[in-house]
């Protein structure tokens, strides 16, 4: 069964970090494009950063590069969201998503409506 299981979301305060998981099973991560999105109350689901599997090259949303940095494990069954210099603004409900890469253009490694294998979610809350 393919899944992604999130975790590290939390509370904390402007200008902190944060570490997002995504765990991985069921598949093989060097098939697919494995993206972070995140959709805040009464607004659209957008990508925040994307890393593929098949060359491990990483894509980042204008609003948090330089402050976030996608990354795997050695073994790639986790993939990482390290979250630096926080802001309110990024307040959300975190996601991890999984596509295949071959499937995907450029233009749509951090494009929610690509992706097709969803975790469930995990809450980041940033105090001002």
């Known amino acids: 069964e393919v899944q992604l299981v999130e975790s590290g979301g939390g509370l904390v305060h402007s200008g902190g970090s944060l570490r997002l998981s995504c765990a991985t099973s069921g598949f093989s991560f060097d098939d697919y494009a494995i993206g972070w999105f995140r959709q805040a109350p009464g607004k659209e689901r957008e990508g925040v950063s994307s890393?593929?599997?098949?060359?491990?090259?990483?894509f980042y949303a204008d609003s948090v590069t330089g402050r976030f940095t996608i990354s795997t494990d050695s073994a790639k069954n986790t993939v990482y969201l390290q979250m630096n210099n926080l802001k309110p603004e990024d307040t959300a409900v975190y996601y991890c998503a999984a596509h295949k890469w071959f499937e995907l253009d450029e233009s749509d490694y951090i494009d929610p409506y690509e992706y097709d294998i969803w975790g469930q979610g995990t809450q980041v809350t940033v105090s001002s």
């Open positions: 890393i593929s599997g098949l060359d491990d090259r990483t």
